[in-house]
T-cell receptor, first 114, second 115 residues
Framework: GEDVEQSLFLSVREGDSSVINCTYTDSSSTYLYWYKQEPGAGLQLLTYIFSNMDMKQDQRLTVLLNKKDKHLSLRIADTQTGDSAIYFCAESNAGGTSYGKLTFGQGTILTVHP | ETGVTQTPRHLVMGMTNKKSLKCEQHLGHNAMYWYKQSAKKPLELMFVYNFKEQTENNSVPSRFSPECPNSSHLFLHLHTLQPEDSALYLC??????????????FGPGTRLTVT
């Protein structure tokens, strides 16, 4: 079945850039997503990228997709303490019995130090 | 505020109790989901409802029983749970399974502790 892997922890200093990496196995993934979960809250969609794109930028967020290597990354520029959260990578595909189903990674805990 | 609410936010129950978790979405969506989030596992999809019909049951034990009376409400009925069922239970909704794939809106979750 599909599998999504992320490193579990990332620690950065305020003002630096953060890069969170993700690998996935499903070559038929159609969309790839980054969700953010703050303490005591549900998941919030941050951004997503369609599989025929290789980059998407949205303010401080840059998503890079290497479809050949099945590697997705999220770069947060000028990281702030408010960015401390768990970041989940997820993928879905538009075909077959998995249509619309999201497969999540384990989440990366981002800690931002002042 | 995502437009998806869950009650209660916290629940402690014994293994012989019966309780229910409630989810409500105010977004006009047609698909609703239950997920289980444990400390040491990735987010696990439990059930999917699309237009009130259950379309997916990910081999969930029968001690978890979902109910979707209409497109805005989703329940998870719990009975004779085990301590390993302690987790954060998240509800989500999306336009529908054929809509903008993956754009799911999550509630804040119910933190369940089984004693």
């Amino acid at each position: 079945g599909e599998d999504v892997e992320q490193s579990l922890f990332l620690s950065v200093r305020e003002g630096d850039s953060s890069v969170i990496n993700c690998t996935y196995t499903d070559s038929s993934s159609t969309y790839l997503y980054w969700y953010k979960q703050e303490p005591g809250a549900g998941l919030q969609l941050l951004t997503y990228i369609f599989s025929n794109m290789d980059m998407k930028q949205d303010q401080r967020l840059t998503v890079l997709l290497n479809k050949k290597d099945k590697h997705l990354s999220l770069r947060i520029a000028d990281t702030q303490t408010g960015d401390s959260a768990i970041y989940f990578c997820a993928e879905s595909n538009a075909g077959g019995t998995s249509y619309g189903k999201l497969t999540f990674g384990q989440g990366t805990i981002l800690t931002v130090h002042p | 505020e995502t437009g998806v609410t869950q009650t209660p936010r916290h629940l402690v129950m014994g293994m012989t109790n019966k309780k229910s978790l409630k989810c409500e979405q105010h977004l006009g969506h047609n698909a609703m989901y239950w997920y289980k989030q444990s400390a040491k596992k990735p987010l696990e999809l439990m059930f999917v409802y699309n237009f009130k019909e259950q379309t997916e049951n990910n081999s969930v034990p029968s001690r978890f029983s979902p109910e979707c009376p209409n497109s805005s409400h989703l329940f998870l009925h719990l009975h004779t749970l085990q301590p390993e069922d302690s987790a954060l239970y998240l509800c989500a909704s999306s336009q529908d399974r054929a809509g903008r794939v993956g754009r799911q809106y999550f509630g804040p979750g119910t933190r369940l502790t089984v004693t």
